[in-house]
């Protein structure tokens, strides 16, 4: 039984893994674990022990959230991290991007210009089959 350690010390009510220490009253009492927080009138959050002395359950929730928070933001970072990377790489809703759109106009503008070149090449060498008769 939890009572047994009251006005004693909170190390000894705590060694029973079953038991929470209210500091402000000195009291050594079952945890209700029926509820995850005790409540405020079992013992005020900042003077409710459980498993430790030297954390209380408003500096554990306070922390908890800190570090959840960090998580998420972390996590949410990095997702955009990924996210941007592969729209770099990849076109965008089927739409390829500027330096993609310019790069399809010079190989089209060669294109062209080497049909313009194939086309001018065999026209001299149709005028020269007609002159010399090969044709």
């Known amino acids: 039984d939890c009572r047994q350690y009251t006005n004693r010390s909170c190390e000894e009510c705590l060694k029973n893994v079953t038991c929470l220490w209210c500091a402000s009253s000195g009291r050594c ?3 209700p674990v029926q509820r995850i927080l005790p409540p405020a009138d079992l013992c005020e959050l900042r ?4 498993g430790v002395c ?5 500096a554990l929730i306070i922390a908890m959230s800190v570090v959840g928070g960090t998580f998420l933001i972390m996590l ?5 991290c990924c996210c941007c990377k592969k729209k770099s790489k990849k076109q965008v809703l089927g739409v390829p ?5 310019r790069a399809a106009r010079e190989r089209e503008k060669r294109r062209v210009r080497q049909e313009e070149r194939r086309a001018e090449m065999k026209s001299r060498h149709d005028e020269i089959r007609r002159k010399y008769g090969t044709v």
């Open 97 to 101: 991007y500027k330096d993609d759109e």
């Open 47 to 50: 003077s409710a022990r459980w």
């Open 54 to 58: 030297w954390v209380n359950f408003e």
């Open 29 to 31: 009492m079952e945890y």
């Open 76 to 80: 949410g970072v990095c997702c955009c």
